[in-house]
């Protein structure tokens, strides 16, 4: 590890430090090194199902907006679908009319309205999360050397 990434990770300030995450966030620059694994010799790993689970959230939520940017994908996602199921209902429903009345109309709209408000978190949660980058002080670039 180079003196650089040492000090931006000794530099952070944040609430839930994540090493990997902290390295990713400076370099690009990793390798990987096959080691062999061996059986404990004795006791337990501290790390439950939860603890886990809890690592995975951190790291996820604290140095990106990923889980956000896929509300948004999601909510249009939906909105799309929609709209594809509004022709082929409304096709159905001229060509068979084996439905009942309103349902056609009413599933549809559940649909789009659904889709359409995930899709609105989604960009709300854009704007959070641009906010949160900020108020972490997350830096948009890292400077390797001074001339």
Wanted: net charge positive; proline share 3%; no cysteine.
């Amino acid at each position: 590890m180079t003196k650089q990434v040492k000090d931006f990770i000794v530099d952070y300030d944040g609430p839930y430090p994540y090493v990997d995450g902290l390295i990713l966030s400076v370099t690009n620059h990793i390798t990987y090194i096959e080691v062999e694994h061996h059986k404990r010799f004795e006791g337990e790993g501290n790390y439950t199902l939860r603890k886990s689970i809890a690592l995975w959230t951190k790291m996820a939520t604290g140095f990106s907006i990923s889980p956000l940017r896929l509300a948004t994908y999601m909510g249009l996602s939906l909105s799309f679908l929609s709209a594809l199921l509004l022709i082929l209902f409304i096709i159905q429903k001229f060509v068979y009319d084996a439905m009942p009345n309103g349902w056609t109309s009413i599933t549809v709209l559940i649909l789009f309205f659904g889709g359409v408000q995930l899709f609105s978190i989604g960009i709300i949660g854009e704007y959070v999360g641009r906010m949160y980058l900020r108020i972490n002080k997350k830096a948009q670039y890292i400077i390797r050397e001074k001339i």
